[in-house]
């Protein structure tokens, strides 16, 4: 029998329609003849009683410092009493169903607070329960460490729970069900014309969310690609078909677009008289050690620059001054990407890029590009306009 692994966001679960719906779909998959294996985010958003960003004011609201362990064992309840209502209202309508914590699922983490890794998943607990015939519910976003310590893998982990029980199931699909039809060319809520994709490949979805576009997390996404497992993102609230995501999907010249806001430029712009190769390593060096990633790099003989979050700047500016690099700051930035897989050796994308830029005024800082991606620095003020502009420009042919 096959397996479906269906993965329900905060924006499903969160009101009593959402988890209504969500066990619609549910029963439907069972009723087809899946083993069902559904995965649960946390109830809402920030002011519902058992939200994540609630739980966490819980200990913000005492005045001491909070221990990353106890965070985590905290927070670990917001997916954990979903997925037992989930359970609970899956057996109140005859199904059998239970629920289980990351642990209980058997998913082993690295132990890293707050940013846990999945090192591999024991589905054995999983497997009996589905052999007799039970919908089994799992709390996302976390799982135990060989020593015994619940972690939780960060925003957007419960994407990574499915998929990576996907692949320890030689699950048939992965269903990630949220709030819009599918993946759109640019997210709706910055474009109001942006189109859904019936298929994007996983390196395209990946570097679309590595560059800001927030419907799936893209640690999900390598995990799903290293076994070639497909992922369909659907809306829990609409019939629309979704979103596969495969390798099988045609490479575009432009799939889509995605921003990033609250990064600061940073420019050095001599080396102050040092050897510029050794300059070079100093700073980024200067800069990793003390846990600054930076984004953006652009470095000559003369100078450099990059990006920074905002919040890292004034951080990133005093510890440059004192290793001899003076550097000057523009807060208030946003990247704008312009993903493809289609684009790699077509020459003229990037001067088209520019021109339009350029001349609806928009002012680009600093641009790079890899093999399927090109991005600009701009002012967040104009971040809105510039991500219309060339989606509409150049997406809404495809
Ligand atoms: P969930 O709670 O289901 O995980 P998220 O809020 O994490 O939902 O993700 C869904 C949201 O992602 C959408 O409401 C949409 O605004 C946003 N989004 C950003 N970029 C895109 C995109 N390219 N396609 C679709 N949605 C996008
Ligand atoms: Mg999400």
Redesign the pocket.
């Known amino acids: 029998m096959s397996i479906l692994v269906q993965k ?5 679960v ?1 009101s009593a329609e959402g988890r209504e719906r969500a066990i619609e779909r549910i029963i439907e998959a069972k009723e087809k003849g899946y083993q069902v294996v559904v995965v649960v ?1 946390a109830m809402g958003r920030k002011g519902a009683p058992y939200a994540t960003d609630t739980l966490i004011s819980l200990l913000k609201d005492i005045s001491l410092e909070v221990n990353p362990r106890e965070q985590d064992l905290l927070i670990a309840c917001g997916e954990i009493i979903s997925s037992v209502i989930m359970a609970h209202n899956l057996k109140a309508l005859g199904h059998d169903a239970v629920a289980f914590t990351g642990a209980q699922a058997g998913i082993i983490t690295d132990g890293a607070f707050g940013k846990g890794e999945i090192l591999e998943i024991t589905p054995k607990g999983i497997l009996k329960e589905l052999e007799e015939n039970k919908i089994v519910v799992v709390a996302g976003f976390q799982g135990v460490s060989t020593e015994g310590q619940v972690t939780t893998l960060g925003r ?1 982990g ?2 990574t729970t499915a998929t990576a029980l996907g692949v320890a199931l030689k699950a048939e699909c992965v269903e ?5 039809d ?9 474009v109001p014309e ?1 189109k859904i ?1 019936d298929e994007v490949t996983y390196k395209e979805i990946c570097e ?1 969310a590595h560059q ?5 997390h893209p640690r999900a996404v390598e995990v799903a690609m290293a076994e070639q497992v497909p992922i369909m ?1 659907k809306n ?1 609230f609409s019939e629309a078909r979704g979103t596969l995501i495969a390798d099988s999907a045609a490479e575009r010249v432009i799939t ?3 921003s990033l806001n609250g990064l600061a430029q940073v420019e050095i712009s001599d080396y102050n008289g040092k050897d510029s190769q050794l300059a070079k390593v100093e700073v980024l060096r200067v800069l990793a050690s003390n846990n600054i990633s930076i984004d953006l790099i652009n470095v000559s003989h003369k100078g450099m620059f990059f990006t920074v979050e905002e919040e890292k700047a004034d951080k990133a500016q005093t510890l440059l001054y004192e290793a001899g690099f003076p550097c000057e700051v523009t807060k208030g930035c946003a990247k704008l990407s312009v993903v493809g897989a289609g684009m790699q050796g077509i020459p003229g994308v990037m001067a088209d890029l520019v021109e339009t830029l350029h001349q609806a005024g928009i002012k680009i800082l600093q641009t790079s590009d890899s093999d399927i991606t090109v991005s600009f620095l701009v002012p967040e003020t104009q971040i809105k306009e510039a991500i219309n502009l060339l989606h509409n420009k150049f997406t809404l042919k495809i």
Request: proline share 3%.
């Open positions: 329900f966001g905060g924006t499903s969160a985010s957007g419960s994407d990630i069900f949220t709030d819009v599918g993946i759109m060319t640019v997210d709706p809520r910055m942006a994709l679309m800001g576009a927030k419907v799936i993102i829990t889509g677009l995605a």
